[in-house]
């Protein structure tokens, strides 16, 4: 399952653009994914020294990513497609990172 993890200045973004990003994003890497179990946290850091309006930062099983470049890509452009027709108007830095990590749920 992906973990969408958003990190945002809300002193630069309102939360109610969080919300909307969140629910787009977490669809888009689901779709791309074919995953449908893909969740999202977002949060403003207390602390901040020089960081970007937004940071999304995607964590995923290794194995489960044939390509990584593509499927950043691929990401991406459903992404920049996504802000386009929404008309969301703050910069997003992207990252996906594969992880090697076991995991137990309900326990």
């Known amino acids: 399952m992906p973990m969408i993890d958003i990190k945002y200045d809300d002193a630069k973004v309102k939360d109610e653009e969080i919300i909307i990003l969140s629910r787009a994003i977490q669809e888009i890497v689901s779709g791309v994914t074919h995953i449908e ?16 309006p937004i940071e ?6 290794a ?35 594969p992880m090697n990590w076991k995991i137990e749920i309900g326990i």
């Not at 179990?37 to 970007?52: E, G, L, Q, T």
């Not at 999304?56 to 099983?61: A, D, H, L, Y």
Request: net charge positive; proline share 4%.
């Open 37 to 52: 179990d893909v969740f999202v946290y977002a949060d403003s850091p207390r602390i901040k020294i020089k960081i970007a």
């Open 56 to 61: 999304v930062f995607i964590q995923m099983s």
């Open 63 to 97: 194995y489960k990513i044939a390509d990584v470049d593509k499927l950043i890509q691929e990401i991406k452009l459903r992404l920049s497609e996504w802000k386009s027709k929404s008309g969301f108007p703050h910069l997003i830095n992207l990252t996906l990172i």
